[in-house]
């Protein structure tokens, strides 16, 4: 067992810290996972969920989803929402699951943006960094399309 390493996601991950920016602006965040990062966000690390609700969604990948790039059917689910809710935006946020899988967020971007009239904002978090970096990618992105004119 010698040299053996163990390495755990941080207890507040950077999806967490990515969300955290996104939660009070008006937008459809849909964070892409099986589910379980989606609680541990609302139920844990956002206080502001008991207190003030926000479009906060879980994509529900599942295995085979996941392993084929199903991309299809989180569009779908996006644009569904996007037609029921009334949104300035809409977020896609990774998690450990995608990352592993390698996700083309610019990928899923494009394909929504061409579906719904939302600016959509891609943010490649991965589970693995700080909070503090998932803040920092969603305020560069919300800079990026504030400079873009798309928001």
Known sequence: MRGLRKYLTPFAPDQSGA?????ELGGIIVICDAGGCTGNVCGFDEPR?????????????????????????LVAKL???ADKIDANFAA????????VIGTDY???????????????????????ELYDKGEEKSVSCIIYCICKGKI
Request: negative net charge.
């Open 19 to 23: 969300v955290s920016v996104l939660y």
């Open 49 to 73: 969920w008991f207190e003030r609700k926000s479009a906060v969604f879980s994509a529900g990948l599942r295995d085979m989803d996941a392993i084929l790039g199903r991309d299809d059917r």
């Open 79 to 81: 644009v569904d929402a």
């Open 92 to 99: 896609i946020v990774g998690t450990p699951v995608p990352a």
């Open 106 to 128: 610019q990928a899923l971007k494009r394909m929504c943006e061409k579906k719904t009239d939302l600016p959509i904002l891609a943010i490649d978090t991965d589970g693995m």
